[in-house]
């Protein structure tokens, strides 16, 4: 830059003033090449205007230096009064200022040509359709080593696995398979594809659709167990939806419009350290039905929070989701609602804060009184109000029983004893004292509000159940804010502590604890960039049953990740 400006200065100080007739027109035209120069500087981004018109200002001091100093030399010679004389800028000068300008704007210049006719695609005419230029391709698969490690004072058959029960309907009908393991160790192997595409539809307005390995009866994990003989896998739709976003004028996205089977839209806690907590949705779950957020910055361009280094906003989001559908039972819903702030200081911190509630429709068990609570008489719409998924750890109760008449004894089916309203409240704190390492501190909490002690123990033949109705969370992340660059890593810890019903077991986290609520512990981790888009990612969970029979399971996962 500061070669720039002497060549300015040097340029200027030979045009300022009246020329004699030999000169001036050349002159004019050496002044006007450098004042255009100067203002191709500016268009390019290679100087500021500010920077420009202190360039022009300083070249007028020295030259009118140059002017005073020459006059005062030459004072002893007489000058006529219609004639003023200037330093002589010889040829050879004016054409090397020419041939530096030149060179340096060049690269600068032929860089930005480049780009744009890359961008453009200059020379490529009718190259491809204009429609192949509106969709995007993405995807990414990860390979993982899961062990699973039961405690020593673990029980065997001493929990129920009642998602076995309910779909072979009955606990002697499930068999052997109607107890979880809890004592045998366990090494597999597993993959997780997952592939979307997103199509432009019109200013705004999008398209998209991801396909993902995974069990289809299983709404929280994406992955694909190997070892199956050669079988080949399920590869589902796991997102399908359109989605609005608009813009103000400064390009602040302001509402965002999505429906079908859609991405998480609650605000979790997490950034891009983590894919935010799992307390109440694990990270894998897609959400079928409607939402939209609305965001207002907080000052704009002429007000005093204004800045350039941070932002500050808040936004409001809300949502309806049907859960299960039903010609003989009441609709299952989720209906929910989140405020939140996003506030960004001058040292590039960022604090996040969310408070959501979540309220689930018809989501209890309606029991079968008739004909001795068996299940197979005329007890269809009752039946529908089972889960149709289930991890385990919720309060349950008996929709009918297994058998017929007076050989009717055992649970046939289960459902949900309490009803579920949650309180959640998210918070994080991202710090840049360390950059380029972040450190980020985040917070979850979930209470259900909706659970009844009287309603559910009526549900439960009058057996009192405590209410157990709290979950939190306190995690820790250091490092690179990303790891999908050679040499970048970070590392995490965090406890957890889940009761009982505090959120519904069907959506909260599927590998702490191998999924569910009624657990508490601990878990540690990093991930380390192995080269562009391809880093690994080891995990250890710790976790122990809060309320029950001893249930200690500890999971070692790691990865290698990959994108594309």
């Not at 930005?112 to 491809?128: F, I, R, S, T």
């Not at 999505?258 to 109440?280: A, H, Q």
Request: glycine share 10%; net charge negative.
């Amino acid at each position: 830059m500061a070669n720039k400006k002497q060549l300015m200065a040097l340029a200027l100080s030979g045009l300022i003033g009246t020329v004699q007739a030999g000169e001036k027109e050349e002159l004019l035209k050496l002044r006007n090449t450098t004042t255009n120069l100067i203002k191709q500087l500016v268009k390019q981004g290679v100087i500021t205007d500010k920077a420009a018109n202190e360039m022009i200002k300083q070249a007028e001091v020295e030259a009118g230096q140059q002017v005073a100093e020459a006059k005062a030399a030459g004072a002893k010679e007489a000058v006529p009064a219609d004639e003023v004389r200037v330093a002589y800028v010889p040829d050879f000068v004016k054409d090397e200022i020419r041939q530096q300008v030149r060179s340096e704007l060049r690269e600068e210049v032929v860089g930005d040509v480049m780009q744009k006719a890359k961008n453009e695609q200059w020379g490529l005419p009718n190259a491809l359709p204009e429609w192949t230029r509106r969709f995007k391709l993405s995807g990414d698969i990860r390979l993982r080593s899961q062990h699973e490690m039961m405690a020593k004072e673990n029980i065997a058959n001493s929990y129920i696995d009642w998602q076995a029960v309910n779909e072979r309907g009955g606990l002697n009908a499930a068999g052997v398979d109607q107890f979880l393991n809890t004592t045998t160790d366990r090494q597999h192997f597993r993959e997780r594809l997952r592939l979307g595409i997103d199509a432009a539809i019109t200013d705004g307005m999008k398209a998209g659709v991801r396909l993902a390995t995974g069990n289809q009866r299983d709404p929280v994990s994406t992955n694909q167990s190997l070892g199956f003989t050669g079988q080949k896998y399920d590869f589902t739709v796991d997102r399908a939806y359109l989605q609005y976003d608009a813009l103000d004028d400064n390009k602040f996205k302001w509402l965002t419009l999505s429906g079908g089977r859609i991405k998480n839209p609650w605000y979790t806690g997490g950034g891009e350290f983590t894919g935010g907590s799992e307390l109440v949705w694990d990270t894998d779950l897609s959400f079928e039905g409607f939402a939209g957020t609305v965001r207002h910055r907080l000052g704009g361009s002429d007000s005093l929070m204004a800045n350039d280094d941070h932002t500050h906003s808040v936004f409001a989001t809300a949502g309806a989701f049907p859960l299960q559908e039903s010609a003989l039972s009441s609709d299952k819903w989720l209906f929910g609602g989140q405020v939140g702030v996003d506030w960004g200081f001058v040292n590039q911190d960022n604090l996040k804060a969310a408070l959501a509630y979540f309220d689930y429709v018809n989501v209890e068990a309606k029991q079968n009184t008739s004909v001795l609570g068996t299940c197979d008489l005329n007890t269809r719409g009752n039946t529908a109000s089972r889960p149709e998924f289930m991890q385990g750890g919720n309060t349950l109760a008996s929709i009918c029983r297994e058998g017929t008449g007076a050989l009717a004894s055992n649970p046939g089916m289960v459902g949900l004893a309490s009803d579920y309203n949650i309180v959640n409240a998210n918070v994080s704190y991202e710090m840049t004292l360390f950059a380029p390492y972040h450190l980020r501190l985040s917070g979850d909490y979930a209470k259900n509000v909706g659970f009844n002690k009287t309603a559910v123990s009526r549900m439960l033949n009058g057996t009192v159940v405590e209410g157990k109705t709290n979950a939190w969370q306190f995690r820790a992340d250091f490092g690179w804010p990303r790891a999908e660059v050679a040499g970048h890593w970070n590392v995490f810890a965090a406890y957890k502590y889940v009761e009982r019903d505090a959120v519904l077991d069907a959506f909260t986290d599927s590998d702490f604890h191998l999924g569910g609520t009624n657990s508490k512990g601990w878990f540690i981790g990093g991930n380390y960039g192995l080269m562009k888009n391809v880093w690994l990612t080891g995990r250890w969970l710790s976790a122990d049953i809060i309320t029950g029979p001893p249930l200690g399971i500890d999971v070692l996962q790691i990865d290698v990740n990959t994108q594309f």
